[in-house]
Structures are given as C-alpha cells and as structure tokens.
C-alpha cells in the first residue's frame, strides 16, 4: 500500500488542496483510495463529505488525533494520502512519517515560507526513516504566480541544500472552485484545464 504525506510546518502553503488532489488522481484511475485528515481543522474530511456519489469514491480517515494515526488504514486499500497538520511538532512528525512511503513537502514561492520549509526539511530529513532511504521527499513550488520574481531563488536555494524542487503548481482559480465541490482538477479530462493538470505530471510519475 502506498501512503504518501503531505506536509509542512508552515500554514497557509496549500497543503489541503495538493492532498485533495492527489486523492482525486489515483481514485480517477481506478484505484482504492483514502484520505487520511491528520489536521484538527479536519479540511479534509469536509471536502469528502461535499464528494459527489457520482465520482470516484475516496474513503475518509480521521488521524487529528495521534493515537488514531494507523487506524483503519484496511488491507483493501491502494493508496492512503494523508494531509498532515500546520505547524507540525517533532513527535507528531515522526509518527505520520512512520506511515509514510513518500513526503510530499509544498512550499510558496516567498522567502519568509522557504527559510521556514528549509528547516523542516532539515528536521525530517533526521527522522531515522527519511535517512534510510524508506520515505522518499519530493518538494513543490505550489500557488506559483507567472509574474512572481521568487520562484528562482525558491528553486535555486532549495536545491543547493539538496532539496530540488520537483515541479510547480500554479496559483489558479480552478482548485478553489473544485474544492467547493468536493471534487479535484482529476475528476475531469476537459481540454480547458488540461494544462493544469499537465503541471502535476512530475509529481504524478514520482509517486507511480
């Protein structure tokens, strides 16, 4: 079983919606899928209450609590992603990246979120799992605006700390609407908004 994290310690990087999404896009190709809400807004799990029966059904997984980390996870599952908490302790990290086979890690393209992002990155880059090799960390520039003059600094400085940035999703309209529904940018193969999902195919082929 794949389970894949999405994390960081700083708030407000969009965390929800590339866990969301994520879940959109293993479930659209057939796959048993959960979305595990280790966040005690529970973001996660209100998306997948507005899913509609119609689409590819995810299964939801309440991990707010840490003692509820690892339950319910169901042999009969493919893929578990699960959407980590804002402002992440160590020992919380720990256990959720005990569950992890992949880290997902987004960060804004700003300086103020990436000094931040680097140390959280340095941190579970310690955590025994991460060092062996058994979890692999794949970072991403996400609400990319075209007309930012950050994003290559953000992409130069995180990659002579080793920490190269896997691909970049922009900042569009699109995920907000989606998410209102409960639905993901997956979900649909219009030509309209082929070249946002076209910006995930990084991502998508890192964690196949």
């Known amino acids: 079983m794949r389970k894949i994290l999405v994390v ?81 302790r160590s020992e919380l990290a720990k256990s959720l990246i005990a569950e992890a086979s992949d880290i997902v890690v987004p960060v804004l393209p700003s300086v103020f979120d990436w000094d931040a992002t680097l140390k959280f ?40 700390k080793g920490y190269p940035v896997l691909c970049r999703i922009g900042d569009r309209v699109i995920y907000a609407r989606e998410a209102a529904r409960g639905s993901g940018i997956f979900d649909y193969k219009d030509t309209a908004s082929a070249d946002v999902r076209s910006q995930w195919h990084p991502l998508l082929q890192a964690l196949d």
Do not use: Y
């Open 121 to 160: 990155l340095d941190g579970i880059s310690e955590v025994k799992r991460v060092r062996k090799g058994k979890a692999d960390i794949h970072v991403i520039a996400n609400r990319v605006n075209r007309r930012s003059t950050q994003l290559g600094d953000l992409e130069e400085t995180l990659s002579e």
């Open 8 to 88: 960081n310690s700083k708030g407000g990087c969009g965390k929800t919606t590339l866990a969301t999404n994520l879940a959109v896009s293993f479930a659209a190709r057939g796959a048993d899928v959960a979305l595990a809400d280790a966040d005690r807004q529970k973001s996660s799990l209100e998306w997948v209450k507005r899913r509609s029966k119609s689409m590819a059904p995810i299964k939801a997984l309440n991990w707010a609590k840490a003692e509820n980390i690892g339950e319910d996870k169901g042999r009969d599952l493919d893929v578990i992603i699960i959407d980590g908490p804002g402002g992440l």
